[in-house]
């Protein structure tokens, strides 16, 4: 299994860009997972739901299937971070490569996605200078970073060649559980 992170600040297009690189590392024949962040809470389930009256009666986990699909959903007692290689761990193990968003701050090799600033988008301080795990940066205006780089830098808007990149490198991102838990 391969991990790859991809970390930004809002808005700089990191769900649109694995949106996008999914179907292009797909065409070449990879199988493709994707472990995401989210900063406040979330449901994917809704009231009136068989799986959601489940978890209101009090289940620690749901899983619902069908032939197309399966789900788990599970409830923590009380707050609980867990890390991202206990995500990476929840993953199916027949995957090819496991595209994580957000994490910015793990200490998995990451492409940093920077936006130049345009319009209503204030540009952040890029992260690139002060994160050894991060690999490449890909952004819309490779002109525009502030700082030089020895890393790669790669077209935020061409999927294709990011996911040309990932598979020429992909030696590179081999993960392995040992030493993560």
Known sequence: MNVVGFAGYSGSGKTTLVEQLIPALKRRGQRVSVVKHAHHSYDVDHPGKDTYRHRQA???EVVVASSNRLALMREFEKPSNMTVHQLIA???DGVDWV???GFK???LLKIEVWRAPSGD???KPPRYMEDDFIVAIATD???ALPHATLRPVLD???AEAMADYLIKNQARFAYSFEGRF
């Open 105 to 107: 701050r793990s200490d």
């Open 99 to 101: 595209l994580v968003e």
């Open 90 to 92: 929840e993953l199916y």
């Open 121 to 123: 988008y204030a540009a």
């Open 141 to 143: 205006r490779p002109d």
């Open 58 to 60: 009090g289940a620690f």
């Open 156 to 158: 935020l808007n061409d």
